[in-house]
T-cell receptor
């Protein structure tokens, strides 16, 4: 069993839909990252959170430390949101462990 | 403010050769992380350098090594290249006060 599990692996949505990507982890962590990777490989850090909720524009990230679960929500999705979204957790010694990613495709 | 830069963008080598990849962190960041993203395997942690010292390494053989220079830039060296070393190698830098990592564009290494 992977330490970080993401679901779904693939997600296709229509423009404007509300999107949720889930991340569950099995280890103790100090913080969790949500990352976005576009075709060609470039990675952008969207959020780092250790408790509660963070919002940036149309993106919202939540984390429940007790349940070892985090969600990334995208409101009013747009084709430019199409990318791979990766959950990563900080365990010991500042080592990031990554989920396998969710491929999101938003159709116009 | 300039972001994390990596060079070269692409690198083609043959089996048994050595590859050297370079990373320049964001100004003021002392930590550099290296990651490997092989096709179908997802991102895996390789190495972490801070203040010139190796602080942690992932589950990779010793032929993966590196160093960090006094200006905090870093090099990743891969010796005795194998076909399965073909991957995107990403570097990230961080300010340890915030822990947020900023990723470079990556170096795509192809081993023939």
């Amino acid at each position: 069993k992977n330490e970080v599990e993401q679901s779904p692996q693939n997600l296709t949505a229509q423009e404007g839909e509300f999107i949720t990507i889930n991340c569950s982890y099995s280890v103790g962590i100090s913080a969790l990252h949500w990352l976005q990777q576009h075709p060609g490989g470039g990675i952008v850090s969207l959020f780092m959170l250790s408790s509660g909720k963070k919002k940036h524009g149309r993106l919202i990230a939540t984390i429940n430390i007790q349940e070892k679960h985090s969600s990334l929500h995208i409101t009013a999705s747009h084709p430019r949101d199409s990318a791979v979204y990766i959950c990563a957790v900080y365990g010991s010694a500042r080592q990031l462990t990554f989920g396998s990613g969710t491929q999101l495709t938003v159709l116009p | 403010e300039a972001g994390v830069t990596q060079s070269p963008t692409h690198l083609i080598k043959t089996r048994g050769q050595q590859a050297t990849l370079r990373c320049s962190p964001i100004s003021g960041h002392t930590s550099v992380y290296w990651y490997q993203q092989a096709l179908g395997l997802g991102l895996q942690f390789l190495l972490w350098y801070d203040e010139g010292e190796e602080r942690n390494r992932g589950n990779f053989p010793p032929r993966f090594s590196g160093r960090q220079f006094p200006n905090y830039s870093s090099e990743l060296n891969v010796n005795a290249l194998e076909l399965e070393d073909s991957a995107l190698y990403l570097c990230a830098s961080a300010d340890l006060r915030t822990d947020t990592q900023y990723f470079g564009p990556g170096t795509r290494l192809t081993v023939l």
